[in-house]
């Protein structure tokens, strides 16, 4: 939330805090903001805080002290010496006290004195910096900073002297000394040590942060700042002395029941152990808050989930030098490191490590190559593991019955060690184990052998083990979704929307009816429309899904930019580009912050590229295409469909110029990607088979184009039906085919069977109505039905007037076809009019030896030499066209 929206934001809530009737609170902002919903939501939320927070009379009168008097720094002026220490610099500010370097002459000794600042203001104040000191002084461990003494000055202010740490904190010193991972988690392990030791003595620290943890020049570590710790047996604390704990505590590192002001227990260091992890290991917070209000930062910390350490730190490496290798290089590596980190910060207590102990017993597995007690139990990870742990044993195991006999034995000891040591999981993590246990483990008699069974049956199983969690209704809503995106992804759109449907029942069964679950299904469905083509239904689930999202969840939520991307590929679909367009710019931006794994800003890229691509903003397309060319392949290799999406767009844009070979090229590149990956009768494969046949019929390579043609349009017949776009885009190719091979008919009956699916589906309103208008008038003109073929290429001009921009290629085109028809009327003022306008937008569009350009240069040509223009005529015939070969 920028400054200024915050000061609207300020405004408002003061406007109609002083209203007791919410109805009138809402009415009055619905006026004020003037349809900007979400920031009626954000004043509203500010008025729900502060009704839950403590009016000033409810305070007490230490806690307001506090507040109005702040926190002012001792200065160092006021005391020169306390007893054998002469006081020599500010060290810093603690929770409550100031720290001050002092030098003890007779021993030649330094120590750090911490001196309570305004003692006097409350009696809690003095308590908890006594506790501070009882704490410390039975906190005795090598790193963890010693208690040395504790007294009162003259004026009855307390003090504690402690040992002195010089060193600097362990996030800065592992940087400056470059440390690798290894030496990281080493000097890590050390402060789960002294947090365990504190743990062991009933202390929970509650303020863990690098600042509090110093490392000395020699590498030991120390614990610092006890102060608002508190005792296990102590955790029910007045109400006014949570309100200060929590004051005191640093947001960044604090656990989500800390911020909610809830009970503490060990689970909390356990969650700030995981924040200082993460930021050991990517040099980043998991979530920065410096910039956000109050209301935002509470719902970062309290609901969002971090990107994994692996996707930061991998960006983080590639702004480093080459010789800057800080981060773990290996994929497994990194997935290990994230579920060490992860697990530590895991929102949910009952699923975080159960002690810094756990914590440490993954860092030593980690250390030593062993399977993590966080992850999975699976035979192929432990093996891996085993593997890399015992490299040239295994590579010189010529003998296989060795090899075997020796992994028997060192899994049967090893599961038995680990099998005494693993933390118990939450019955909803077991109950994922066992679906997916079941769903990929084995055959049966009616399937086969595993390693044999189709997709469909793998997947059908899994629907089955899915229905069988009726009594965990959240996981099987995810499995329901889940099941359907993938039979979505598989063509089988009738399977998907059952399942789909499921889960949305399911969440909206849970009670949260209006909650970010139900969000979510609404989306998933809606999507699932456009490739239905149900794209009004589309419209209105995607919308619908999206203003849910913005009310349960913050602005910068991933969910509120996914359903913001869904949006614009909707209205992308329905041809509505001016809307798409800030639609897509918009998702683009919410996931460009750095928290958004790039996949998805890869996603939102390539959506918007495509819009660019329609709306005729080819160069910016093609821009955008090669950046999430570059994304996707980095993301997730050469030869996956994503891979595929984005070449195909490649192609378009080289099609749609009249570079006809560079986009068979591109287009035969994404065919044998899309093949190999989900095979011959797959409607994606046969989505490129198409726009391989297209690039081929403008090469007037006719027979090689149909039988792709007829390859394709079988397929998504079958999968989509005879009415729908897909199906539609491969029998316009054909018509083109036939009009080029003399049968009209048949290229009529194609282009009015197009005209008719797009009517349907778009609702009589779309460029890809006039698209196939403009190619049935080619029909008739061929046919040398000129004045059909007028009334049709008008009636197209119209339509692409209502949904393209000015300038379009297809309009363009359009002009040059119905100036033909009136040429050959020998209407030659009309005519001139006409592919002037068509010519004059080519030239600046596309490849100088395409097609229309050539003919509009033609016809341009002849309609001059019939008005008795001789020099246009011989200026034109003096224009050169790129040589064949390019086309």
Same mark, same amino acid.
């Given at each position: 939330m920028d400054a200024s929206r915050w000061e609207r934001v300020q405004s408002l809530f003061h406007k109609v805090s002083d209203l007791q009737d919410l109805r009138q609170q809402t009415d009055i902002l619905r006026a004020e903001c003037k349809g900007d919903e979400t920031l009626v939501d954000e004043v509203l939320a500010m008025l729900a805080a502060e009704q839950q927070a403590p009016g000033l009379l409810d305070a007490s009168v230490g806690h307001l002290a506090e507040q109005v008097l702040g926190d002012p720094v001792i200065p160092l002026a006021a005391y020169k010496e306390i007893g054998p220490y002469q006081i020599e610099r500010v060290l810093g500010e603690g929770g409550m006290g100031t720290v001050f370097l002092a030098g003890r002459a007779d021993l030649g000794t330094l120590a750090a004195i911490k001196i309570l600042r305004d003692a006097w203001i409350s009696p809690a104040r003095r308590e908890r910096f006594a506790l501070e000191q009882r704490t410390l002084a039975h906190l005795d461990h090598p790193n963890i900073a010693r208690l040395l003494d504790a007294n009162t000055l003259a004026d009855g202010t307390p003090f504690f002297i402690m040992e002195y740490v010089d060193g600097v904190p362990i996030d800065k010193y592992c940087d400056t000394c470059g440390c690798p991972i290894s030496e990281r988690l080493r000097l890590f392990r050390s402060v789960c040590e002294a947090v365990q030791f504190a743990h062991q003595h009933a202390v929970i620290h509650r303020d863990l942060k690098p600042s509090n943890i110093l490392v000395k020049s020699d590498g030991t570590v120390k614990l610092l700042d006890f102060g608002i710790s508190k005792h296990l047996d102590n955790l029910d604390i007045p109400l006014d002395v949570t309100r200060t704990g929590?004051?005191?505590? @640093?947001?960044?590192?604090?656990?989500?029941?800390?911020?909610?002001?809830?009970?503490?227990?060990?689970?909390?260091?356990?969650?700030?152990?995981?924040?200082?992890l993460?930021?050991?290991? %990517?040099?980043? #917070?998991?979530?920065?808050?410096?910039?956000?209000?109050?209301?935002?930062?509470?719902?970062? #910390?309290?609901?969002?989930?971090?990107?994994?350490?692996?996707?930061? $730190?991998?960006?983080?490496?590639?702004?480093?030098?080459?010789?800057?290798?800080?981060? $773990?290089?290996?994929?497994?590596?990194?997935a290990d490191l994230d579920v060490l980190c992860l697990t530590a910060m895991h929102k949910d207590v009952r699923k975080r490590y159960g002690s810094a102990e756990a914590l440490i017993r993954d860092i030593d597995h980690y250390l030593r190559g062993e399977p993590l007690e966080a992850r999975p139990d699976t035979v192929g990870y432990r093996l891996g593991k085993f593997i890399r742990r015992n490299k040239r044993g295994v590579a010189a195991g010529a003998a296989a019955v060795v090899a075997f006999a020796g992994l028997i034995v060192f899994f049967t000891i090893r599961l038995a060690a680990e099998r005494n040591a693993a933390l118990a999981e939450a019955a909803r993590t077991q109950r994922i184990q066992r679906f997916m246990l079941n769903l990929f483990q084995g055959g049966d008699d009616e399937a086969g052998p595993a390693n044999d069974l189709r997709v469909a049956t793998l997947i059908e199983r899994g629907v089955q083990e899915a229905r069988s969690l009726d009594q965990d209704p959240v996981v099987q809503a995810e499995l329901y979704q889940t099941l359907g995106n993938i039979y979505q992804k598989l063509g089988s759109l009738d399977q998907a929307e059952a399942l789909l449907h499921s889960a949305l029942e399911r969440r909206r069964s849970l009670g949260d009816v209006r909650g970010a679950g139900v969000a979510d299904s609404?989306?998933?469905?809606?999507?699932?429309?456009?490739?239905?083509?149900?794209?009004?239904?589309?419209?209105?689930?995607?919308?619908?899904?999206?203003?849910?999202?913005?009310?349960?969840?913050?602005?910068?939520?991933?969910?509120?930019?996914?359903?913001?991307?869904?949006?614009?590929?909707?209205?992308?679909?329905?041809?509505e580009y001016d809307e798409a367009i800030p639609v897509l710019e918009k998702a683009v931006r919410?996931?460009? /912050?750095?928290?958004?794994?790039?996949?998805?800003?890869?996603?939102?890229?390539?959506?918007?590229? !495509?819009?660019?691509?329609?709306?005729?903003?080819?160069?910016?397309?093609?821009?955008? !295409?090669?950046?999430?060319?570059?994304?996707?392949?980095?993301?997730?290799?050469?030869?996956?469909?994503?891979?595929?999406?984005?070449?195909?767009?490649?192609?378009?844009?080289?099609?749609?110029?009249?570079?006809?070979?560079?986009?068979?090229?591109? *287009?035969?590149?994404?065919?044998?990607?899309?093949?190999?990956?989900?095979?011959?009768?797959?409607?994606?494969?046969?989505?490129?088979? %198409?726009?391989?046949?297209?690039?081929?019929?403008?090469?007037?390579?006719?027979?090689?184009?149909?039988?792709?043609?007829?390859?394709?349009? %079988?397929?998504?017949?079958?999968?989509?039906?005879?009415?729908?776009?897909?199906?539609?885009?491969?029998? /316009?190719?054909?018509?083109?085919?036939?009009?080029?091979?003399?049968?009209?008919?048949?290229?009529?009956?194609?282009?009015?069977?197009?005209?008719?699916?797009?009517? @349907?589906?778009?609702?009589?309103?779309?460029?890809?109505?006039?698209?196939?208008?403009?190619?049935?008038?080619?029909?008739?003109?061929?046919?040398?039905?000129?004045?059909?073929?007028?009334?049709?290429?008008?009636?197209?001009?119209?339509?692409?007037?209502? %949904?393209?921009?000015?300038? *379009?290629? !297809?309009?363009?085109?359009?002009?040059?076809?119905?100036?033909?028809?009136?040429?050959?009327?020998?209407?030659? $003022?009309?005519?001139?009019?006409?592919?002037?306008?068509?010519?004059?937008?080519?030239?600046?569009?596309? /490849?100088?030896?395409?097609?229309?350009? /050539?003919?509009?240069?033609?016809?341009?040509?002849?309609?001059?030499? $019939?008005?008795?223009?001789?020099?246009?005529?011989?200026?034109?015939?003096?224009?050169?066209?790129?040589?064949?070969?390019?086309?």
């Open positions: 929590l004051r005191l505590l @640093t947001p960044a590192y604090a656990s989500p029941e800390q911020i909610r002001g809830e009970r503490a227990a060990i689970q909390t260091d356990v969650y700030s152990l995981g924040v200082i993460y930021q050991l290991l %990517t040099g980043r #917070l998991p979530f920065d808050v410096s910039s956000r209000t109050p209301i935002e930062a509470v719902s970062m #910390l309290t609901e969002r989930d971090p990107v994994r350490p692996s996707l930061v $730190a991998l960006r983080v490496q590639a702004q480093l030098p080459d010789d800057r290798q800080l981060y $773990a290089a290996s994929d497994d590596a990194w609404l989306v998933t469905l809606g999507l699932l429309r456009v490739d239905q083509a149900r794209l009004d239904e589309a419209e209105r689930l995607v919308r619908e899904g999206l203003e849910m999202s913005k009310r349960s969840l913050p602005p910068e939520h991933p969910a509120v930019a996914a359903a913001t991307d869904a949006l614009g590929r909707v209205l992308e679909e329905k041809g919410l996931r460009s /912050n750095q928290d958004t794994p790039e996949a998805d800003l890869a996603s939102s890229l390539y959506e918007l590229a !495509n819009v660019y691509f329609y709306a005729g903003r080819y160069q910016e397309s093609e821009a955008l !295409n090669q950046r999430v060319l570059a994304m996707n392949r980095r993301i997730y290799g050469e030869r996956h469909p994503k891979v595929a999406e984005v070449l195909v767009n490649l192609g378009a844009i080289k099609q749609d110029s009249g570079y006809y070979k560079e986009a068979e090229e591109f *287009h035969r590149q994404s065919l044998q990607i899309t093949r190999s990956f989900y095979g011959d009768d797959h409607y994606r494969t046969a989505s490129s088979l %198409t726009m391989v046949a297209r690039a081929l019929v403008f090469q007037k390579r006719l027979d090689e184009a149909v039988d792709l043609l007829r390859q394709a349009l %079988t397929v998504q017949e079958r999968v989509f039906g005879k009415d729908h776009p897909r199906a539609a885009s491969a029998v /316009n190719e054909l018509g083109n085919v036939a009009i080029l091979q003399g049968r009209y008919d048949e290229a009529k009956a194609a282009f009015r069977r197009m005209a008719k699916i797009y009517r @349907t589906v778009y609702a009589g309103k779309h460029y890809l109505i006039g698209t196939a208008v403009s190619n049935l008038g080619s029909a008739y003109m061929a046919e040398q039905d000129y004045p059909r073929a007028e009334g049709l290429f008008r009636e197209a001009l119209a339509m692409f007037s209502e %949904t393209l921009p000015p300038g *379009h290629v !297809n309009a363009a085109i359009a002009r040059v076809k119905l100036g033909r028809t009136l040429l050959r009327q020998k209407r030659y $003022a009309e005519a001139e009019v006409e592919v002037s306008e068509g010519y004059r937008v080519l030239t600046r569009q596309v /490849n100088p030896s395409a097609s229309w350009l /050539n003919s509009a240069r033609s016809d341009l040509t002849e309609i001059y030499e $019939a008005l008795q223009q001789p020099e246009k005529a011989a200026g034109l015939r003096q224009e050169k066209a790129v040589p064949e070969d390019r086309k």
